[in-house]
């Protein structure tokens, strides 16, 4: 049966959570830029941190909820949380330029297709045969996008990558280390892991906070870096509060469908925020890593006996707070 999509104030929001993480890329490297990485991390997550609290307190949500969940969930998936945050700012932080942030930012966006290769292991999943192309599709994006607009080639790919691993190999840590707790999340998470979000973004804070300690940086403070700041943590939370509302009251193919344009709306707005003249390998490669993830996407079927309504539920809410 043709799914029918339900517009709802509920499903925008869900939409417009979409939007706001796609500001993450351009602002967090504009942070970077001026406080350094590290800092960088440090301010948006401890504020945000704050504002989630402030939230939840808001909505008299109670975090008695974290004694009933799993352990392995709470350290497992906390540590991917902390391990994804890290390599995403570190990454974007040590690019070389701000097209090669763009670059970096475009193989974190390699976590959906991750997601449902994982899922084929971690839960059960069974793929039809659109899962090859998909996965092929997602693959020449990333290849096209590091060729940087030269003739594809091994010495092309490779010259680009070597260029810069550091800041390449977060990027691609960042796409592995969430497709894992998307997935981990779906088979040791609660059904409700909104305190358990906080706990992992203070976390995050409180890590960048003490690798700031080990490894000082150097960067000035003004009025437009605490804006961005600001903005980021403000942008973050909110979105975590938005999507929250569609997964539960929204229609959530709509909103989990939107969610693979991603990649697309961070790179238009980095390309404007940081004043980068994008190439057409670059919008090209893009689209085929959104093409190949929505392919994968469709080519999943849920395992004997499960019923589909959970599972589409818990596998955007797995995925929901990645940037």
Not at 8 to 30: C, K, N
Not at 51 to 63: D, N, P, T, V
Not at 138 to 167: E, T
Not at 300 to 315: D, F, L, S
Request: glycine share 10%; charged share 10%.
């Amino acid at each position: 049966m043709p799914h029918h999509f339900r517009v709802d104030r509920s499903s925008l929001l869900g939409i417009a959570a979409i939007l706001l993480w796609s500001a993450t890329v351009a602002l967090a490297r504009s942070i970077s830029e001026r406080i350094g990485p590290l800092t960088a991390g440090a301010a948006v997550y401890l504020g945000g941190s704050a504002l989630l609290a402030g939230s939840l307190l808001a909505r008299r949500r109670s975090l008695g909820v974290l004694r009933q969940l799993p352990a392995r969930y709470l350290f497992g998936c906390g540590a991917l949380f902390v391990l994804y945050t890290l390599s995403l700012f570190l990454g974007l932080g040590l690019a070389a330029s701000r097209p090669q942030a763009i670059e970096v930012a475009l193989l974190n966006y390699l976590w959906p297709a991750l997601t449902i290769l994982f899922s084929l292991v971690l839960l059960g999943k069974r793929a039809t045969l659109g899962l090859i192309p998909g996965s092929l599709l997602a693959l020449a994006g990333v290849c096209l996008v590091l060729a940087q607009g030269a003739a594809i080639s091994w010495r092309s790919f490779s010259a680009n990558l070597l260029s810069n691993p550091a800041a390449y190999g977060l990027g691609a840590l960042a796409a592995v280390t969430w497709a894992l707790y998307s997935n981990l999340t779906r088979r040791w998470g609660g059904s409700d892991s909104q305190g358990a979000v906080l706990l992992f973004t203070l976390g995050t804070g409180l890590a960048f906070l003490l690798m700031g300690r080990i490894h000082p940086e150097a960067g000035a403070w003004g009025a437009r870096v605490a804006a961005e700041v600001a903005c980021l943590a403000l942008a973050t939370v909110a979105a975590y509060v938005f999507w929250d509302i569609a997964m539960r009251e929204g229609d959530m193919v709509l909103v989990a469908s939107c969610s693979y344009l991603t990649p697309f709306f961070s790179t238009v707005v980095s390309c404007l925020y940081l004043r980068v003249w994008p190439t057409l390998s670059l919008w090209v490669g893009c689209l085929l890593i959104i093409a190949g993830s929505f392919l994968s996407w469709r080519a999943i079927r849920e395992p004997a006996g499960e019923p589909p309504g959970p599972a589409v539920r818990q596998a955007a809410a797995g995925s929901s707070i990645s940037s």
